[in-house]
């Protein structure tokens, strides 16, 4: 894994946890508000994603776990609320669309997920995992 791109390494592993968190979200739905459950399965893909990130994307980065984990949280609280925004803008642009709702709730989610990740990559390269 190593021998790839750090670019690359974060989509694919960013793709995962993304995986991870737009799957969540439709169990999650079902029990939860849809902007809640858009919210609950963030969190678990950011999970998923420090650990993967911290392992096999940003490596040697020379501040504290602790701090990692903070400034990584901070980044995935604008991550989150630019997926939270987006969601519900591209559902609003798809209201007249004659798909049923959970379709155009996932799609909505899905692509909103793609712009979260390139707010992540910088944030994390610049400020999370940064070398001293």
């Known amino acids: ?16 946890a993304a995986a991870i968190n737009w799957i969540a979200r439709f169990p999650l739905s079902a029990v939860l508000p849809f902007d ?7 969190m678990i893909g950011m999970s998923a994603g420090f650990v993967l990130y911290r392992r096999y994307v940003f490596p040697g980065s020379t501040r504290p ?13 604008v991550g989150a609320l630019v997926v939270l925004a987006l969601t519900t803008l591209f559902l609003r642009l798809q209201a007249q669309a004659p798909w ?22 910088f944030g994390h390269k610049t400020l999370t995992f940064a070398r001293g």
């Open 1 to 16: 894994m190593e021998r790839l791109p750090q670019v690359v390494r974060f989509l694919l592993l960013g793709g995962t």
């Open 36 to 42: 809640a459950a858009v919210l609950a399965a963030y």
């Open 65 to 77: 776990v602790v701090e990692q984990t903070v400034v990584f949280l901070a980044v995935n609280l």
């Open 100 to 121: 049923p709702l959970s379709i155009r709730e996932g799609l909505a989610h899905g692509a909103a997920i793609g712009f979260g990740a390139v707010v992540n990559f």
